[in-house]
């Protein structure tokens, strides 16, 4: 099993920054693409950024102002997030999948709220 712990959200005023960190643990697969997903209330849950083997993606809402990174020794993923809207206010969900199998897992959610 594997073990999904964020940390890092909180309330900001509008063009603010926050950082969020998703350490993994357990039986984590390799390799794996790792990477932030976010749900507004009301809405459908969407990708905001991920990053496997080196390579980035991420959503067009945030390109240009969130930045993914990955440690692959202490297996943890952030998201530098700057510039910050008020629709960037959601849980944002940690999630790491298996890349040569089926094999998918989330975190919990940490909520980031933006004040204008």
């Known amino acids: 099993q594997v073990r999904l712990v964020e940390s890092g959200g909180g309330g900001v005023q509008a063009g603010g920054s926050l950082r969020l960190s998703c350490a993994a643990s357990g039986s984590i697969p390799s390799p794996n693409a790792m990477g932030w997903y976010r749900q507004a209330p009301g809405k459908q849950r969407e990708l905001v950024a991920t990053?496997?083997?080196?390579?980035?993606n991420l959503g067009d809402s945030v390109k240009g102002r969130f930045t993914i990174s990955r440690d692959n020794v202490a297996n943890t993923v952030y998201l530098q997030m700057n510039s910050l809207k008020p629709e960037d206010t959601a849980i944002y969900y940690c999630?790491?999948?298996?890349?040569?199998?089926?094999?998918?897992?989330w975190g919990e959610g940490t909520l980031v709220t933006v004040s204008s």
């Open positions: 999630n790491l999948r298996a890349l040569i199998y089926v094999a998918e897992y």
């Open positions: 990053t496997s083997l080196g390579r980035s």
